[in-house]
C-alpha cells in the first residue's frame, strides 16, 4: 500500500503563486512516474504535470512556463510549484504515483484564484 497525502492549497488572488506538496509514504517500490492531476467543477479530471522515473518531465499546454514539478530523491515528495495563476486553474489538485503494476491517489487539495 502506498498513502499519498497533498498539501499547500489555498486561495490566492491571480498573478500569485503556491506551491503544493505530496507526501508519499509505504511501499514505493518500481515507480513509473509520479504526477499532478486537476478537477475543476463540472469537469474530467485532467493531467497538470507528471515526472518519470527517469526525471523527464511533462505538462499540459495550459501550465507551460508557469508551473513546475520536482521531487525529492526517490520519492519520498513530489512538489508543484505555481507561479501566474489564473482563475482558471481553480480545481482539486490530486496527486497521483504510477507503479509498475498499479496507481494510488491522494485525497486531493482545493486550489482557488480569485480574480
Known amino acids: 500500500q502506498v498513502q499519498l497525502v497533498e498539501s499547500g492549497g489555498g486561495l490566492v488572488q491571480a498573478g500569485g503563486s503556491l506551491r503544493l506538496s505530496c507526501a508519499a509514504s509505504g511501499r514505493i517500490v518500481n515507480v513509473n512516474a509520479m504526477g499532478w492531476y486537476r478537477q475543476a467543477p463540472g469537469k474530467q479530471r485532467e493531467l497538470v504535470a507528471i515526472i518519470t522515473s527517469e526525471g523527464s518531465t511533462n505538462y499540459a499546454d495550459s501550465v507551460k512556463g508557469r508551473f513546475t514539478i520536482s521531487r525529492d530523491n526517490p520519492w519520498n515528495t513530489v512538489y508543484l510549484q505555481m507561479n501566474s495563476l489564473k482563475p482558471e486553474d481553480t480545481g482539486v489538485y490530486y496527486c497521483?504515483?504510477?507503479?509498475?503494476?498499479?496507481?494510488?491517489w491522494g485525497r486531493g487539495t482545493q486550489v482557488t484564484v480569485s480574480s
Open positions: 497521483n504515483i504510477q507503479l509498475r503494476f498499479r496507481e494510488y
